[in-house]
């Protein structure tokens, strides 16, 4: 049966309050805050960027990601973020590259590294590819047998609290992507969260899809509250929408994103803004269709609106732009972000002077 009805054993319920309930009384007690984004007003502001890959990760060990590093920081950003990548099978299995957590691969440490000697923090943020399987989405990772949904939590705790502790020196992580079908099974995301606690003080959140992050109920073992942030701007394009329609209707997100930090006394991180080349971005940003070069001023103006919103904001730290590959291939096919016109539009809304006038 699917996890909307999978129900956790008793035993392992009660085992897992048992091992949770003192950990987190004791972060309340003390009043816990993580470097870098963390659960209150303390928490820094984040202007990040994403940077993909163009096979399985290890061009970030490349010469490419220094450069890239430091053409994002010259943006205004002061956050990196890279995806590490592990395969999800039909029958639930988890399967990654061999991986010493004692002594992590070049593509992992390069990338923490460089972004230190240049001043940036790092984020951490693992995604499933669920590409060749009958999965047409990581929202869409769901499995019918108990044997699959064992399968699944036992290899995919074993990847996350290995990469976890591979990537110590990071300064977030990220414990899932988008697993939309998994996130009732809130016992089992709760030890996952608990496990890596053990290996790593870095602040932890959960990259929550925009449609489902109010179905997420362990809000309160994480830091921050994660959203990959592709809502829809506007119902439908008309020869009107512009510039203030985009503003009305981020003005709305942000005060439904406002109660929503303020019930669960967390602050809120986009870990993925990112809007194509397309007519239909302000109403499907989550989209794949790119359309001409016409399509460039409303992908501007999508993407302006929304840092914009996000400076305003207070209960919204700030967003890790999707995506920016390493140089020398710096444009990918779709999400593009690294031309001459978003790099003019990120910049004006991320430099100090700009800054100082949104407030």
């Given at each position: 049966?699917?996890?909307r009805?999978?129900?956790?054993h008793?035993?392992?319920?009660?085992?897992?309050?048992?091992?949770?309930?003192?950990?987190?009384?004791?972060?309340?007690?003390?009043?816990?805050v993580?470097?870098?984004?963390g659960?209150n007003?303390?928490?820094?502001?984040?202007?990040?960027?994403?940077?993909?890959?163009?096979?399985?990760?290890?061009?970030?060990?490349?010469?490419?990601?220094a450069?890239?590093?430091?053409?994002?920081?010259?943006?205004?950003?002061?956050?990196?973020?890279?995806?590490?990548?592990?395969?999800?099978?039909?029958?639930?299995?988890?399967?990654?590259?061999?991986?010493?957590?004692?002594?992590?691969?070049?593509?992992?440490?390069?990338?923490?590294?460089?972004?230190?000697?240049?001043?940036?923090?790092?984020?951490?943020?693992?995604?499933?590819?669920y590409?060749?399987?009958?999965?047409?989405?990581?929202?869409?990772?769901?499995?019918?047998?108990?044997?699959?949904?064992?399968?699944f939590?036992?290899?995919?705790?074993?990847?996350?609290?290995?990469?976890?502790?591979?990537?110590?020196?990071?300064?977030?992580?990220?414990v899932?992507?988008?697993?939309?079908?998994?996130?009732d099974?809130?016992?089992?995301?709760?030890?996952?969260?608990?496990?890596v606690?053990?290996?790593?003080?870095?602040?932890?959140?959960?990259?929550?899809?925009?449609?489902?992050?109010?179905?997420?109920?362990?809000?309160?073992?994480?830091?921050?509250?994660?959203?990959?942030a592709?809502?829809p701007?506007?119902?439908?394009?008309?020869v009107?929408?512009?510039?203030?329609?985009?503003?009305?209707?981020?003005?709305?997100?942000?005060?439904?994103?406002?109660?929503?930090a303020?019930?669960?006394?967390?602050?809120?991180?986009?870990?993925?803004?990112?809007?194509?080349?397309?007519?239909?971005?302000?109403?499907?940003?989550?989209?794949?269709?790119?359309?001409?070069?016409?399509?460039?001023?409303?992908?501007?103006?999508?993407?302006?609106?929304?840092?914009?919103?996000?400076?305003?904001?207070?209960?919204?730290?700030?967003?890790?732009?999707?995506?920016?590959?390493?140089?020398?291939?710096?444009?990918?096919?779709?999400?593009?972000?690294a031309?001459?016109?978003?790099?003019?539009?990120?910049?004006?809304?991320?430099?100090?002077?700009?800054?100082?006038?949104?407030?």
């Amino acid at each position: 049966m699917g996890p909307r009805t999978r129900k956790a054993h008793p035993t392992l319920m009660v085992h897992s309050l048992r091992r949770i309930l003192p950990w987190v009384l004791c972060l309340t007690a003390i009043g816990f805050v993580p470097a870098g984004f963390g659960g209150n007003a303390a928490a820094e502001p984040v202007r990040g960027v994403t940077i993909s890959t163009h096979t399985d990760g290890t061009d970030w060990a490349f010469d490419g990601t220094a450069t890239t590093m430091k053409s994002i920081r010259d943006l205004g950003a002061d956050w990196v973020a890279i995806h590490p990548y592990a395969g999800i099978r039909t029958d639930g299995a988890v399967r990654a590259w061999s991986l010493d957590p004692e002594n992590p691969p070049e593509w992992i440490r390069r990338p923490i590294r460089e972004a230190h000697a240049l001043g940036l923090k790092i984020l951490i943020k693992p995604h499933l590819a669920y590409w060749g399987t009958r999965f047409t989405w990581r929202g869409a990772i769901t499995f019918e047998t108990e044997a699959e949904w064992d399968r699944f939590w036992s290899t995919y705790r074993r990847w996350i609290v290995d990469l976890a502790r591979a990537c110590r020196k990071a300064d977030g992580f990220v414990v899932g992507t988008e697993l939309d079908r998994t996130i009732d099974q809130e016992g089992e995301w709760r030890e996952l969260i608990r496990e890596v606690r053990a290996e790593t003080g870095m602040p932890l959140t959960y990259a929550a899809n925009w449609s489902d992050f109010e179905q997420v109920g362990f809000w309160d073992a994480l830091d921050v509250i994660g959203i990959q942030a592709y809502f829809p701007i506007v119902d439908s394009l008309t020869v009107d929408t512009g510039t203030d329609a985009l503003r009305e209707g981020w003005n709305a997100t942000m005060g439904r994103l406002r109660s929503y930090a303020e019930q669960h006394n967390r602050k809120i991180i986009f870990t993925e803004l990112g809007y194509n080349r397309s007519y239909e971005a302000p109403v499907q940003p989550w989209a794949y269709r790119t359309d001409g070069r016409g399509a460039e001023k409303i992908q501007q103006a999508c993407l302006r609106t929304a840092l914009e919103a996000i400076e305003k904001e207070p209960d919204v730290l700030g967003a890790f732009l999707w995506k920016w590959f390493p140089e020398p291939h710096p444009v990918g096919r779709n999400f593009q972000l690294a031309t001459p016109e978003l790099i003019r539009t990120i910049r004006s809304v991320w430099g100090p002077a700009s800054r100082r006038t949104l407030h």
